[in-house]
């Protein structure tokens, strides 16, 4: 898996956007986070698994996973599977962290 956070985003007062490209027949890491994200497909095409529900997506598809969902994506295509993310920034990230600690 390839991924390149975009230097100037991180600039924005809310959000960060990281570039995320996987190799046919890969996938990211099962992964669940404190925060919600949306996802746009721009290249190839893959599933979402989202909890237990596995969907088939493609270029121009949104995703959204809410907070704390336990998400993947995998490349069933035979061409690079490329996605942008797009995430809260680490000041609104460490205020998330900082509300879920006190709870």
């Not at 890491?29 to 989202?50: N, S, T």
């Not at 490329?82 to 509300?99: M, Q, R, T, W, Y």
């Amino acid at each position: 898996m390839f991924y390149r956070p975009e230097p100037d985003v991180d600039k924005a007062p809310y959000f960060a956007m990281r570039y995320f490209e996987v190799e046919p027949g890969g996938w990211t890491d099962l992964g669940r986070h404190a925060h919600d994200h949306g996802v746009i497909i721009l290249r190839g095409k893959g599933k979402v698994l989202l909890g237990e529900k596995e969907t088939e997506i493609s270029f121009g598809d949104v995703v959204y996973v809410p907070p704390n969902e336990l998400h993947q994506f995998k490349n069933t295509g035979d061409e690079p599977f490329g996605f942008i993310c797009v995430i809260p920034n680490k000041d609104v990230l460490s205020k998330i962290k900082a509300e879920g600690s006190r709870r």
